[in-house]
């Protein structure tokens, strides 16, 4: 019988991640399974930041940003000392089932556990989208909303002044915020790094526009592919136009979460309770062709742990812009 179960929300923040706290704490207070509440991720585990949260705690979360449980990215659990510190920690609370929210990272760790004889369930949550496993992870699509009414703003000021922008979002080494940006209208050129342009290719689409009357381009960028100052003085020098940079940065990671990501993080909490509650372990929750689906930790990260390019929308947009 499942008594307790612990709740850890690591690696970056994503928006979505307390509407999955709220799923959890009120499934398993409905069972009247007690839920503790790890504060700072795997590091605050290790240092015993431990303690209960009940359904009133949880009632009106559900529509912020970050996590009410704090994050981090913890070193001391990349070894193996830290890890059994981190079980020993759970063993003296008498907690044998864990929940983990958070990115791929997050979920090596939460395998880590589970071979450490923890039962873990994992939830995906980053604003990256970059676990292939899963078409969506918690907070992508709200930081997607985040990105295309950010550039909506940018573009009306290089509509006002005929002037070119680059935009560089986040992602690490995925390309999904920008490939969904385009698709979703926003963006004349981008470059992700599954379909890196060089600066001259840029170059190339930049005139092609302009000699067909566009002077107000926007030129989406996935974060760590480009050192933005030499990109912006190759195309002033190149085409001879003004350049502007915006690097939206942490303004993407926070703020209230869409209906999206909330129902999907209700969904996914609910189940992850299930699933402990029938005593599965060693699994995250993903979500293919809009059904919840049960994927074995281990299989995921050793299938492939990189988001593979979505060539379905590559492929349309080629097409497209
Ligand atoms: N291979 C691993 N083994 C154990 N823990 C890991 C591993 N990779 C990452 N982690 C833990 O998960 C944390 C978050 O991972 P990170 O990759 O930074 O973010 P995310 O989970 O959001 O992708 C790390 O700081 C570390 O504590
Ligand atoms: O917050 P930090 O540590 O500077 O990390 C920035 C990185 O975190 C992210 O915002 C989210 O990544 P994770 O979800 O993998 O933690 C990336 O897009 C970005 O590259
Ligand atoms: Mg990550």
Do not use: W
């Amino acid at each position: 019988m499942l008594h307790k179960v612990a709740v850890i929300t690591s690696g970056g923040d994503s928006p979505g991640m307390n509407a999955a706290i709220r799923a959890i704490v009120k499934a398993a207070n409905y069972h009247d399974i007690e839920v503790y509440g790890v504060e700072g991720g795997y590091q605050g585990l290790i240092e015993d930041k431990l303690s209960i949260i009940r359904t009133p705690d949880v009632e009106t979360i559900a529509n912020k940003g970050g996590t009410i449980l704090k994050t981090s990215r913890s070193l001391a659990f990349m070894d193996d000392s830290g890890r059994k510190q981190a079980v020993e920690v759970l063993r003296n609370y008498g907690i044998a089932d864990v929940i983990v929210i958070g990115g791929e990272g997050s979920l090596q760790g939460a395998q880590k556990l589970h071979e450490l004889g923890i039962r873990v369930i994992g939830i995906p949550g980053t604003i990256d989208n970059d676990l292939d496993y899963t078409d969506y992870s918690i907070g992508f699509d709200t930081t997607l909303n985040t990105v295309l009414s950010s550039i909506g703003r940018i573009k009306d000021t290089g509509l006002s002044h005929n002037k070119t922008t680059i935009v560089e979002v986040m992602g690490r080494h995925c390309g999904d915020l920008a490939l969904f940006t385009a698709v979703a209208g926003e963006g004349d050129i981008i470059s992700t790094p599954e379909l890196k342009l060089s600066f001259e290719q840029i170059c190339e689409k930049l005139q092609d526009k302009i000699s067909k009357g566009r002077n107000d381009n926007i030129i989406v960028v996935t974060e760590r592919m480009y050192d933005l100052d030499e990109l912006q003085r190759f195309i002033e020098e190149e085409m001879n136009i003004e350049v502007r940079t915006t690097v939206l940065g942490f303004i993407q990671r926070g703020g209230e979460p869409s209906a999206f990501d909330r129902i999907l993080a209700n969904k996914m909490g609910v189940k992850a309770v299930n699933m402990l509650m029938e005593g599965q372990s060693g699994y995250a929750i993903g979500i293919k062709a809009n059904q919840l689906i049960e994927k074995d930790l281990r299989t995921m990260l050793d299938e492939k742990t990189d988001k593979q390019p979505n060539y379905d929308l590559l492929d349309m947009l080629l097409h497209t812009i």
